[in-house]
C-alpha cells in the first residue's frame, strides 16, 4: 500500500550583518557548488556543475507527481490556495520536522559582522521540483524540494551599495517564467537592478537588456544616488512574455534629496526592453493631473507598488496597489486627491494602458498604502462565475469590483470624514467607505473598542489616549499627536489574504496595532514621529482579539466568521481573576494559506482551522522564532510540503534563517 507524506517546510531568518560572499545551505550535497565571478556583471554564481533542470544527486529530484507553487502568492490571481487533500483536521498536529535548509545569510554574516540583516521574508516558489528562494541580501538559491539539499547559488553583490532603503537588508522573493524551454528567473534587487537568470544553472541571461540585468533607477526623472532612497525588495510579477516591476521608496523627505515617483514599469522578458511605464503621478497633460493642486505633481514622489502584482491573463490586465505620495503623513505641499495614490489600478499588460482605476484614500496622511496584491477570486454562483477583485487594506476595508469593468459588487460611499486644523493642510472632505462587507478590524478609537476587562483596566487606558487627538478612522495626523487605529502596520498587511474557490471565501488575517503619529515642521520639510502604543499593565490597549482571521463570503459580502491568531495575554497578572474564553491573539503580523481542507495560518505557530466554522483543530511548534513570510505548499511524488519563513531579526542577529521541513510520520 502506498503510503502519502506530508512535508511543511518553514524559513526561518536572522538578522545578520555582513559584507562578503554568501555560502550554501545545511543540508547540502556533497558536491558541494563553487562561486566564480562573473566579469559582466560584477555578479557571482555558482558553476554549471549543479543544474536545477537535471535529475541527479546534486541536482533536481525524479518527479513522478506534483502540484507546483510557481508564483509568489501561489497563483498570477495571488489566491494562496493549493488544491491538495493530503492534509486534514486528524492529521495536521501530527507534522513532525523532517530536515532544515539553512540560508546563504549565516555563512554570509559570519564572514561580514559589520552587515545587520532584517527578518526572513522571502516566500520560496516550486518548479519542477526545485524551490527558488531569496535571502536578505539577494542570494538566489535552488534548492532539491525533496531533499532540501543546495543546487545552486547566485549573489548580485547588491549589498555592496550599502544599507537598503526603509527596512534594510529584506527581501521577499522572485519570480519564475518558462517558455519552449526556456526557463528564467526574474530577481528585483535592494539595489534597483532587474536580474534576468537561467533557471536551470543560475547563470545571468546576457540576453536580457545589458548583460543581465536593468537598471531600475534610470527613467525615473529624478537622479537616484543614494541606496537609501530607492530599491526593489518584492518580486516582480510574471504575466504572459512581460515581466511587471514595482519599487520601494523612502516615504519622507530628508530635505537633501529630490525623491524619485514610484512608476511601474514592464519589459519584455527575453530581450529586457522597456514595454511600458506607469506614471502613478501624473506628468502634464496626462490623467489625474487634476488632482494635484500648485503644479505639486511635478516635484511629487512615492505612490509606489512596494508589495505585490497580480494578473489575469484571460483578461490581458495586470493589477496595481500604489502607496501613499510623500510625505507619508503631510500633505500640505502635495494639496489634492493626488491620484494615483492609494489606487487600485487596473492596465492592459500589453501596452500599460489604463483600464480602470479606484482610489481609496483621498489625499492620504495616514500610510495607508495598499499592502498587498489584489486577490483575483472566481465566485462560483447559480447564474454564473463572477470574476471579482478584492484588494485588502490596511484601514481593515476590503474593496471588492468587477475586475473588468472595475464597477464595486457592493456599493462604494463617498462619507464625511474629520478634518485636519494644521495650517497648510487640506484633508479630504471625504473618503470612500464600503457598504459590505464590514471592517475586518477595529476602525478608530472610541470608548466602545478600549480594553476593558477589569473597570480598573478601562479607567487606565482612558488616562493613555488623554494625551492625544483620537476619534472615528481618518482623523488626521496633529503636531499634538494623534492616536490611530488601524495604523501603518494595519489593519491587513503584505502578508494578504487567502482565497478558497471551492467556499467562495476570502480569508483576511490582521493585527490590531494602535500607533500615535504626530508631525512637526521644521522648515521647509515637515517631520514625522510614530510610535506604537501600549495598554495598560502590558497589556494590548483596545479589546481581543489582537491578532485574527476573518472568513468573509464573496457571494453575499457577510462575515462568516473571525478567530483569534496566538496567544500569550490570557494569563497576564493584570488578568488574575478574569475568565478567559480561548485565545486572545498575539500582536504578530499573521500569514495564510488554504488547501483543500484546511486555512492555515503562520504567526508564532501552524495554526490549522475549519474552513466552515473558523474552529481551531490544530496546531504545530516553529521551533526557537516566529513565522516571518507568506506560507506556501506543492506536492512532490505524492508528498505535500508547505514552507513557512520564519526567523530574523531587525538591529540584532536573530534566529537563523532555515527552512524547516515537517513530515507525517
Known amino acids: 500500500m502506498n503510503k502519502n507524506y506530508l512535508y511543511i517546510l518553514i524559513p526561518i531568518s536572522i538578522f545578520l550583518s555582513s559584507c562578503g560572499g554568501g555560502g550554501g545551505g545545511g543540508g547540502s550535497s556533497d558536491n558541494s557548488s563553487v562561486t566564480t565571478n562573473s566579469s559582466n556583471t560584477g555578479s557571482t554564481s555558482t558553476s554549471t556543475l549543479n543544474n536545477a533542470c537535471i535529475v541527479s544527486n546534486s541536482g533536481a529530484p525524479e518527479v513522478s507527481q506534483q502540484k507546483m507553487w510557481p508564483h509568489y502568492s501561489s497563483d498570477q490571481l495571488a489566491t494562496r490556495y493549493i488544491d491538495s487533500d493530503k492534509l486534514d483536521e486528524d492529521n495536521f498536529s501530527n507534522l513532525t520536522v523532517a530536515w532544515t535548509w539553512e540560508a546563504p545569510s549565516e555563512k554570509f554574516m559570519d564572514e561580514n559582522p559589520s552587515l545587520t540583516a532584517n527578518r526572513n521574508a522571502a516566500t520560496p516558489i516550486m518548479v519542477n521540483g526545485v524551490l527558488f528562494t531569496t535571502s536578505q541580501f539577494n542570494h538566489v538559491s535552488a534548492i532539491n524540494a525533496e531533499t532540501g539539499n543546495t543546487i545552486w547559488e547566485f549573489d548580485p553583490v547588491s549589498y555592496?551599495?550599502?544599507?537598503?532603503?526603509?527596512?534594510?537588508?529584506?527581501?521577499?522573493?522572485l519570480a519564475f517564467w518558462e517558455k519552449d524551454g526556456e526557463k528564467r528567473l526574474l530577481l528585483g534587487t535592494l539595489d534597483g537592478f532587474l536580474y534576468s537568470l537561467d533557471a536551470c544553472t543560475g547563470e545571468v541571461d546576457l540576453q536580457f537588456s545589458n548583460g543581465g540585468?536593468?537598471?531600475?533607477?534610470?527613467?525615473?526623472?529624478?537622479?537616484?544616488?543614494?541606496?537609501?532612497?530607492?530599491?526593489?525588495?518584492?518580486?516582480?510579477?510574471?504575466?504572459?512574455?512581460?515581466?511587471?516591476?514595482?519599487?520601494?521608496?523612502?516615504?519622507?523627505?530628508?530635505g537633501s534629496n529630490w525623491l524619485p515617483p514610484g512608476d511601474v514599469r514592464a519589459y519584455d522578458i527575453i530581450t529586457g526592453q522597456l514595454k511600458w511605464q506607469f506614471h502613478v503621478i501624473p506628468h502634464d497633460g496626462e490623467l489625474?493631473?487634476?488632482?494635484?493642486?500648485?503644479?505639486?505633481?511635478?516635484?511629487?514622489?512615492?505612490?509606489?507598488?512596494?508589495?505585490?502584482?497580480?494578473?489575469?491573463?484571460?483578461?490581458?490586465?495586470?493589477?496595481?496597489?500604489?502607496?501613499?505620495?510623500?510625505?507619508?503623513?503631510?500633505?500640505?505641499?502635495?494639496?489634492?486627491?493626488?491620484?494615483?495614490?492609494?489606487?487600485?489600478?487596473?492596465?492592459d499588460i500589453d501596452s500599460g494602458e489604463r483600464q480602470w482605476h479606484f482610489q481609496t484614500v483621498h489625499h492620504g496622511l495616514w500610510d495607508y498604502d495598499l499592502p498587498a496584491a489584489p486577490n483575483l477570486v472566481n465566485v462560483t454562483t447559480e447564474n454564473g462565475v463572477e470574476k471579482l477583485l478584492a484588494q485588502v487594506s490596511k484601514q481593515a476595508f476590503l474593496y471588492v469590483f468587477d475586475r473588468e469593468t472595475g464597477q464595486p459588487k457592493w456599493p462604494i460611499v463617498e462619507t464625511t470624514v474629520p478634518q485636519s486644523s494644521e495650517v497648510g493642510e487640506q484633508t479630504s472632505a471625504t473618503q470612500p467607505i464600503p457598504s459590505k462587507p464590514l471592517p475586518f478590524d477595529h476602525q478608530g478609537v472610541n470608548l466602545n473598542n478600549l480594553i476593558d476587562f477589569t473597570p480598573s483596566l478601562r479607567s487606565q487606558a482612558l488616562d493613555i489616549i488623554s494625551q492625544w487627538d483620537y476619534g472615528d478612522l481618518y482623523t488626521p495626523p496633529s503636531q499634538r499627536?494623534?492616536?490611530?487605529?488601524?495604523?501603518?502596520?494595519?489593519?491587513?498587511?503584505?502578508?494578504?489574504?487567502?482565497?478558497?474557490?471551492?467556499?467562495?471565501?476570502?480569508?483576511?488575517?490582521?493585527?490590531?496595532?494602535?500607533?500615535v503619529t504626530s508631525i512637526e515642521r521644521s522648515g521647509l520639510q515637515t517631520l514625522q514621529n510614530r510610535d506604537y502604543v501600549h495598554g495598560p499593565q502590558g497589556l494590548p490597549l483596545m479589546k481581543p482579539p489582537y491578532a485574527r482571521i476573518t472568513a468573509i463570503s464573496m457571494e453575499t459580502g457577510d462575515h462568516v466568521w473571525v478567530s483569534a491568531v496566538g496567544r500569550g495575554y490570557e494569563n497576564s497578572a493584570a488578568l488574575s481573576g478574569v475568565t478567559i474564553d480561548g485565545d486572545l491573539g498575539a500582536i504578530q503580523r499573521v500569514h495564510a494559506m488554504t488547501t483543500k481542507n484546511l486555512v492555515i495560518t503562520g504567526q508564532q505557530r501552524l495554526t490549522a482551522f475549519n474552513l466552515d466554522t473558523g474552529e481551531k483543530v490544530g496546531e504545530v511548534a516553529v521551533p526557537n522564532s516566529i513565522v516571518e513570510g507568506n506560507l506556501m505548499a506543492y506536492e512532490l511524488n505524492d508528498k505535500l510540503y508547505i514552507i513557512v519563513p520564519v526567523g530574523g531579526g531587525e538591529s540584532s542577529r536573530g534566529p537563523k534563517s532555515q527552512l524547516i521541513a515537517y513530515r507525517l510520520n
Open 160 to 173: 555592496s551599495q550599502g544599507i537598503a532603503v526603509n527596512h534594510g537588508f529584506i527581501h521577499r522573493g
Open 213 to 254: 540585468k536593468v537598471d531600475l533607477k534610470e527613467g525615473l526623472g529624478v537622479a537616484v544616488t543614494d541606496n537609501q532612497l530607492f530599491g526593489i525588495n518584492a518580486p516582480p510579477l510574471v504575466c504572459k512574455d512581460t515581466v511587471v516591476v514595482g519599487s520601494s521608496i523612502i516615504d519622507w523627505p530628508d
Open 288 to 347: 489625474g493631473e487634476e488632482t494635484w493642486e500648485n503644479n505639486s505633481n511635478l516635484n511629487a514622489a512615492g505612490a509606489n507598488v512596494w508589495s505585490t502584482f497580480s494578473c489575469d491573463e484571460s483578461l490581458n490586465t495586470v493589477y496595481l496597489p500604489t502607496s501613499t505620495p510623500t510625505n507619508d503623513h503631510w500633505g500640505g505641499d502635495r494639496l489634492g486627491d493626488g491620484l494615483f495614490g492609494e489606487t487600485i489600478v487596473a492596465l
Open 481 to 515: 499627536g494623534t492616536l490611530t487605529v488601524p495604523s501603518i502596520t494595519g489593519g491587513a498587511s503584505w502578508s494578504g489574504a487567502t482565497y478558497h474557490p471551492g467556499k467562495n471565501m476570502l480569508y483576511v488575517p490582521s493585527g490590531t496595532f494602535p500607533f
